[in-house]
């Protein structure tokens, strides 16, 4: 299947969708009587009025499965035009899709299935500042999209350290680039901010920030049983690691600066959690695009076709099995 999805033969749109939903197999075998789904924060919803309480269940799983089946094709495109891989092909979305199935939580919907799209585009936006003249407009760009993802799902704020970041792996020093990302995000929260003055409810703007404030959990209560269909993905992610390691000083800069942005794009996606209190396993799909992108390049690049083959026919069926079990 791997060595199928190295080319981008359009028949691979096909096996992709059949595959995004055969990974959906186990939920649509016991759909659950009752799906709740919030698009928007409580301090956004005053914006937009989206029908979604009344969503049938079957309904949330196969929209879900049709975002990610779209996300990855976007994904694939912007990791094709930036050529983070040595050879392009359909492996981005591939890992995507199946990246994005690995938990009962990741195939329903969910804010950070929606926040994904932005993911997505602000890692092609990043992607660019090293192309580009002039980063203050991409970057006032990035700055929006973040405000957006906050409206939506807030730990997306912590994406706001991206924004430096990158410039620090990308550009040298120039205020007007440090600032632009900042006042784009300001842009939007500004217009929220006198939608509440207008309204007398000054007050509760000012308790949007408060999680910034909440102290990283000290203990952990894990079941560990939950999570061991992450033990094959760590390993692909080790010898991913390995196999970048060897080739880097071998690889383009722009390339070695990006795959250095997706490493730190995974690490905040992932420590972001401690920004929501009643936070749900689905936080963690924000992790699925950096993610996706370094077991697709361990893939690209992995030469005995029995083990990188074995490799994966061994996740998918891990994740089915526990997806059942």
């Known amino acids: 299947m791997i060595n199928q999805f190295?080319?981008?033969?359009?028949?691979?749109?096909?096996?992709l969708f059949a595959f995004t939903f055969f990974m959906r197999m186990a939920i649509f075998s016991d759909?659950?009587?009752?799906?709740q789904f919030e698009l928007?924060?409580?301090?956004?919803k005053f914006l937009i009025a989206i029908p979604f309480k009344n969503f049938s269940p079957t309904g949330n799983v196969l929209l879900a499965g049709l975002i990610v089946f779209f996300q990855a094709i976007l994904f694939n495109r912007v990791i094709n035009n930036h050529t983070l891989l040595s050879k392009p092909g359909y492996l981005p979305a591939l890992l995507y899709v199946t990246a994005?199935?690995?938990?009962?939580?990741f195939l329903i919907l969910s804010p950070t299935l929606i926040?994904?799209?932005?993911?997505?585009?602000l890692t092609d936006k990043f992607l660019k500042i090293g192309k580009s003249a002039n980063a203050a407009m991409i970057m006032?760009?990035?700055?929006?999209?973040?405000?957006?993802?906050t409206l939506i799902y807030f730990p997306f704020i912590v994406m706001l350290i991206m924004l430096w970041l990158t410039l620090l792996l990308y550009r040298s020093f120039n205020w007007r680039e440090w600032i632009s990302g900042l006042v784009g995000f300001l842009t939007i929260f500004f217009f929220v901010g006198?939608?509440?003055?207008?309204?007398?409810?000054?007050s509760q703007f000012y308790k949007i920030w408060l999680p910034l404030g909440n102290k990283f959990p000290s203990a952990f209560k894990i079941n560990y049983n939950d999570y061991l269909v992450l033990v094959p993905v760590i390993l692909m992610m080790v010898l991913a690691s390995l196999q970048l390691r060897e080739n880097f000083f071998r690889s383009f800069i722009s390339t070695r600066k990006a795959f250095q942005m997706l490493f730190f794009m995974f690490i905040i996606s992932v420590l972001s959690f401690y920004t929501k209190s009643d936070f749900r396993i689905y936080h963690f799909l924000m992790c699925v695009p950096p993610g996706a992108v370094l077991l697709a390049y361990y893939f690209s690049n992995a030469r005995k076709r029995w083990?990188?083959?074995?490799?994966?026919?061994?996740l998918v069926f891990a994740i089915q099995y526990f997806l059942f079990v």
């Open 6 to 15: 190295r080319s981008l033969n359009p028949v691979n749109l096909l096996l």
């Open 31 to 35: 759909l659950p009587a009752d799906l």
């Open 40 to 44: 928007l924060e409580s301090y956004a």
């Open 100 to 105: 994005a199935s690995l938990f009962m939580p």
């Open 115 to 121: 926040c994904n799209f932005l993911l997505i585009w």
């Open 140 to 149: 006032f760009d990035a700055g929006m999209i973040i405000a957006i993802g």
């Open 194 to 202: 006198v939608y509440y003055y207008w309204n007398d409810s000054l």
């Open 307 to 314: 083990f990188y083959e074995s490799l994966f026919l061994i």
